[in-house]
């Protein structure tokens, strides 16, 4: 089970080996040491908290995934991959879905509103604070779009930068059994990506808001640039009880 605690490290060390068994005394040492309500009402409290938004960019196969799988276990973010959520509509037969499942086997970009409007449905009925959007803005067009109907601009974006031919062989490895995970596909991708997702990169970056990984070498030696930054950001870590 994980349970937030504080940011400081002493606190996690002593939370970690004194609740050792009973839930109980999980419970009162967490209350012990934290001004927060308890768990119980933790949605209630963290709804109006300002969220916090990261955009995770990188071409197909980058690792977007896998780091924000990472960042969740750490820091206690929600992911929300814009790619999954049009996928679930593909799967519940929505009015939308033979039109999703053929933009993305062409390797195209979703209107603006309709992926908005699932990202939108999942922050709006979260009670954290904290998300990762992941695979999203993928065009200028989309990053005006969300920043219109949301009011909100992300706190910060990372970019994993990685070589084609290495996003090429992870996304042929991936076995997920996507319709677009295929030769054909991923150059189409890889076109959308160099000429429509970049220049949000580009944007970013003028904004001082980019953080780039060099997104090659092992999933944890890519993790050692991811870490940091958030850790900067003194959000509170997750230890396993
Ligand atoms: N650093 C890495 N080295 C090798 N394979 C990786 C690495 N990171 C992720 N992968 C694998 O590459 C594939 C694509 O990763 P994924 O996280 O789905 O990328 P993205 O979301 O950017 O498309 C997955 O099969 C994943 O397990
Ligand atoms: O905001 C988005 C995110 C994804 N997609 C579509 O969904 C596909 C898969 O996106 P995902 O992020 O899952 O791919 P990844 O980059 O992780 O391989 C993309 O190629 C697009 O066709 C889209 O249209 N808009
Ligand atoms: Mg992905």
Redesign the pocket.
């Known amino acids: 089970m994980w349970r937030r605690v504080v940011s400081a490290s002493h606190f996690t060390f002593a939370h970690k080996s004194i609740a050792n068994n009973k839930d109980v005394c999980k419970l009162k040492f967490w209350e012990a040491f934290t001004t927060e309500i308890p768990l119980k009402e933790k949605g209630t409290f963290q709804r109006d908290k300002t969220p916090f938004i990261t955009f995770v960019l990188?071409?197909?196969?980058?690792?977007?995934?896998?780091?924000c799988m990472k960042i969740v276990e750490n820091f206690g973010f929600t992911h929300l991959?814009a790619?999954d959520l049009l996928r679930r509509e593909i799967a519940s037969n929505s009015a939308d879905g033979t039109m999703i499942l053929n933009t993305i086997k062409e390797g195209k970009i979703v209107p603006s509103e309709l992926t908005i409007r699932l990202i939108q449905k999942e922050m709006e009925s979260s009670d954290n604070y904290k998300f990762l959007i992941?695979?999203f803005p993928r065009s200028e067009e989309n990053r005006i779009a969300f920043e219109q109907i949301m009011g909100v601009e992300p706190d910060i974006v990372l970019f994993?930068d990685c070589p084609e031919d290495e996003m090429v062989k992870?996304?042929l490895?991936?076995?997920?059994g996507r319709v677009d995970d295929n030769i054909v596909t991923i150059k189409k991708r890889l076109k959308v990506f160099d000429a429509l997702n970049l220049p949000v990169v580009k944007y970013y970056m003028e904004k001082g808001k980019l953080y780039k990984i060099k997104?090659?070498?092992?999933?944890d030696?890519?993790y050692k640039q991811v870490y940091p930054v958030f850790a900067s950001l003194n959000f509170e870590q997750q230890v396993r009880e």
Not at 58 to 67: I, L, N
Not at 215 to 219: E, K, N
Request: proline letters at 4%.
């Open positions: 990188g071409g197909p196969g980058s690792g977007k995934g896998t780091q991959s790619g992941d695979g994993f992870r996304v490895n991936r076995n997920q997104a090659v070498g092992t999933v030696e890519i």
